[in-house]
């Protein structure tokens, strides 16, 4: 079975960055669309970036031009570099895979994917 374990997260200023990880373990890496989706308090789930086998990637609005994902098969890990970070960008991010062939924005965006990581906490400060 497929196991995902996120880290990286933590506090930083407006405008400031960090970069998520999401190791992976089981199953066949390469195989796996990937994405990042954020939770925050009283909203809903948004997939925020999702990546496919062939490195085809797909970025909410919101975070467009400010985060890049990209992925290690070799490594077995799918990262997320934030930039520029914003107050509305603080949530919990999750890790996220599945095996189905799906474009990036429909994992990101019409879908459940069925793996999950447990989170890492994002908190923006002013």
């Known amino acids: 079975q497929v196991q995902l374990v996120e880290s990286g997260g933590g506090l930083v200023q407006v405008g400031g960055s960090l970069r998520l990880s999401c190791a992976a373990s089981g199953g066949t890496f390469s195989r796996y669309a990937m994405g990042w989706f954020r939770q925050a308090p009283g909203k809903e789930r948004e997939g925020v970036s999702c990546i496919r086998y062939d490195d085809t990637t797909y970025y909410a609005n919101s975070v467009k031009g400010r985060f890049t994902i990209s992925r290690d098969n070799a490594k077995r890990t799918v990262y997320l570099q934030m930039n520029n970070l914003k107050p509305e960008d603080a949530a919990v991010y999750y890790c996220?895979?599945?095996?189905?062939?799906?474009?990036?924005?429909?994992?990101?965006?019409?879908?459940?994917?069925?793996?999950w990581g447990q989170g890492t906490q994002v908190t923006v400060s002013s």
């Open positions: 996220a895979a599945d095996l189905l062939p799906y474009t990036p924005q429909a994992l990101c965006t019409k879908s459940t994917p069925k793996h």
